[in-house]
C-alpha cells in the first residue's frame, strides 16, 4: 500500500505563509515528478507547481515569486513553501506523486489539504 499525507494547512491571513508537506510511503521503487495542484470552490483543479527528478520545477503564473516546490529524496518528500498569501489562494491543495511501485507505475494523489487566506 502507498500513501501520500499531506500536513501544514490551515487558515492564515492575506499576507501571510504557509509550508506544505508530503511525505510518500509504502512499496515504493522510485519516484520520479512531484507536485501540487489544487482547486478552489467553483473551479477545475490546476496545477500550482511540480519538480522532476532531475530538480526541473515549474510554475503557474499565479504563484511565481511567492510558491517555491522542493523535495527531499532521502525522507520521500515534497514541500511547497507559500509566501505573501492572497484570498485567491484559497483551495484545497493536493500532493501527487508520479512513480513506479513494486506493483505498477502511475500517479499517486493525497486526500488533500485545507488553504484558507483571509481577507
Known amino acids: 500500500q502507498v500513501q501520500l499525507v499531506e500536513s501544514g494547512g490551515g487558515l492564515v491571513q492575506a499576507g501571510g505563509s504557509l509550508r506544505l508537506s508530503c511525505v510518500v510511503s509504502g512499496s515504493i521503487v522510485s519516484i520520479n515528478a512531484m507536485g501540487w495542484y489544487r482547486q478552489a470552490p467553483g473551479k477545475q483543479r490546476e496545477l500550482v507547481a511540480t519538480?522532476?527528478?532531475?530538480?526541473?520545477?515549474n510554475y503557474a503564473d499565479s504563484v511565481k515569486g511567492r510558491f517555491t516546490i522542493s523535495r527531499d529524496n532521502a525522507k520521500n518528500a515534497v514541500y511547497l513553501q507559500m509566501n505573501s498569501l492572497k484570498p485567491e489562494d484559497t483551495a484545497v491543495y493536493y500532493c501527487?506523486?508520479?512513480?513506479?511501485?513494486?506493483?505498477?507505475?502511475?500517479?499517486?494523489w493525497g486526500q488533500g489539504t485545507q488553504v484558507t487566506v483571509s481577507s
Open positions: 501527487n506523486a508520479a512513480m513506479t511501485t513494486m506493483f505498477r507505475r502511475g500517479d499517486y
Open positions: 519538480i522532476t527528478s532531475g530538480l526541473s520545477t
